[in-house]
């Protein structure tokens, strides 16, 4: 394919090598007349492992080439990747002058070509970005209609610097929010000779995926670093102590306990927090990290309790009470917290978890419900049928079996609070469906 790549800096100028390699004919454009320079000469304008040599091999296969005309190269090429700065704003905004700008150079010069151009943009911005700013900027710029006469398409980098060249090669995956599918099928060709898996997205779902990884990575590093600081106090090593941690791809490094939903709860995960802080302060070890855990917890009890308030209805049905299903361990169950309040504030309450025999509850479990909800026998039902009769709020609380058939057994005029996801497709239900963070 023609290709044009826009900004050569650390993402601009490995993107078009790199691309040059899979066998585009690619020309990097720049507004610093140093980097099309470097390029035209088959140098590297900055300095990463490989870089130089993919550059002189590319360039004088005549596979790159560099320019500062975005009108030539929209003229010639049939495929624009924005690789732009987004610089931070000192409020911790980003910057989107850099890439407005490029939008407007590329939709002036799309004004005066036939072809359809796909405009794909790989510099990092928040979700809406590209939608909300850049494809209007596209369009006033050219005159020309997104998804008939140009598309745009989301395609964030994944790159590490260091070992950058490597990183284009064998991404973790392709992503792709494109606003229509010829803009997406021209987008997989680009990537077509990549190994890695490809995903299709929306441009706003691929636009959050790269501050959600970007964020992640970051909150790993200053975990690690919290841990550390207390292995170091404790005289343990904390090397070995991850590294063995790290050893557990099915629950620790996986995809478990990362699913948006409700607080965690049960007998170990609060407790166990609890006392690593008091370790913490008892150390004098500073973890602000560690520190948030149990009150970002409990900001999410506050959430659902928010939800359920907001219907201004009055009868609340929760179904699922132990803090996940097929346990009947209610001991710090978060959705616990939620009845008591309710409750409290004069709701009147019923709940069904088919697990939940109150009658055989042992040790401290039946401690937990004598001390904390005493009132429990006098509001528990005995089918999701009985609680469905009465609530005007169904509050899903945990995966119980047959909770997921709610959906279709609301009235009209009843409210479904889903905490955990259990409906995927929510459009058939008579009633109102509303998740708590999707
Ligand atoms: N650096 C990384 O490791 C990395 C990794 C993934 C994503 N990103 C994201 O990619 C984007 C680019 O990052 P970078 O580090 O390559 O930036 P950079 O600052 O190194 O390069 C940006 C380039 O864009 C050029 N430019 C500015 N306006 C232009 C215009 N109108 N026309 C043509 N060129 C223009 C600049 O001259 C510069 O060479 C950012 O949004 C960044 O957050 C960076």
């Given amino acids: 394919m023609e290709v044009s790549v826009f900004g050569l800096g650390y993402v601009g100028t490995v993107t078009s090598a790199c691309l040059a390699k899979l066998g585009h004919t690619v020309t990097g454009v720049d507004i610093n007349e140093f980097k099309v320079d470097c390029i035209a000469k088959g140098k590297s304008p900055i300095a990463e492992t490989g870089l130089e040599d993919l550059i002189s091999e590319m360039q004088a296969a005549g596979r790159l080439g560099a320019t ?5 190269v929209i003229r010639s ?7 732009v700065g987004t610089p931070s704003y000192e409020n911790g905004s980003i910057d989107l002058g ?8 590329i939709g002036k010069a799309l004004g005066g070509v036939n072809h359809f151009h796909v405009v794909m943009i790989r510099s990092t911005m928040l979700p809406g970005t590209m939608e909300d700013k850049l494809v209007p900027a596209l369009e006033e710029s050219s005159g020309k209609k997104v998804g008939v006469d140009f598309g745009v398409c989301y395609n964030p980098e994944f790159l590490r610097e260091g070992s950058a060249v490597s990183d284009f090669f064998n991404p973790p ?19 077509s000779s990549l190994s890695a898996p490809v995903f299709t997205t929306s441009p706003r779902v691929a636009e959050m995926v790269k501050y959600v990884a970007n964020s992640f990575h970051a909150l790993k590093v200053v975990f690690a670093n919290e841990i550390g600081n207390l292995c170091k106090k404790e005289g343990i090593d904390s090397h070995e102590v991850m590294r063995i941690f790290c050893k557990d791809k099915r629950l620790s490094i996986s995809e478990h306990y990362l699913e948006p939903g409700f607080a965690f709860g049960g007998s170990c995960l609060p407790k166990d ?4 802080c008091a370790r913490f302060r008892e150390t004098k070890t500073v973890a602000p990290v560690l520190e948030s855990i149990l009150s970002s917890n409990q900001n999410q009890i506050r959430v659902a309790q928010k939800m359920i308030e907001e219907t201004r209805k009055k009868k609340i049905g929760i179904l699922g009470i132990s803090f996940k299903a097929g346990t009947d361990d209610l001991r710090e169950s ?8 309710l409750v409290g504030k004069g709701y009147s309450v019923k709940v069904f978890d088919e697990n939940v025999d109150l009658s055989r509850l042992l040790g401290a479990n039946r401690q937990f419900v004598q001390e904390e909800v005493p009132y429990l026998p006098s509001i528990m039902c005995f089918s999701m049928d009985e609680l469905l009769d009465f609530a005007e709020v169904v509050v899903i609380a945990n995966k119980g079996t047959g909770f997921k058939d709610v959906g279709g057994k609301l009235r ?21 469906y509303k998740g708590i963070c999707w």
């Fill in 334 to 341: 978060p959705i616990v917290s939620v009845i008591e309040s």
């Fill in 68 to 72: 500062s005309s975005a009108e030539e």
């Fill in 412 to 432: 009209k005029d009843q409210v479904a609070i889903d905490l955990v996801r259990i409906m995927e497709d929510a459009s058939d239900t008579a009633g109102t």
């Fill in 173 to 191: 995956f392709t992503l792709l929010g494109a606003t229509d599918d010829r803009t997406l099928r021209a987008a997989q060709e680009v990537f």
């Fill in 98 to 105: 850099f890439v407005e700008r490029v939008c407007r150079d």
């Fill in 273 to 276: 927090v609890r006392a690593l």
């Fill in 77 to 83: 090429t049939t495929v624009s990747l924005i690789c």
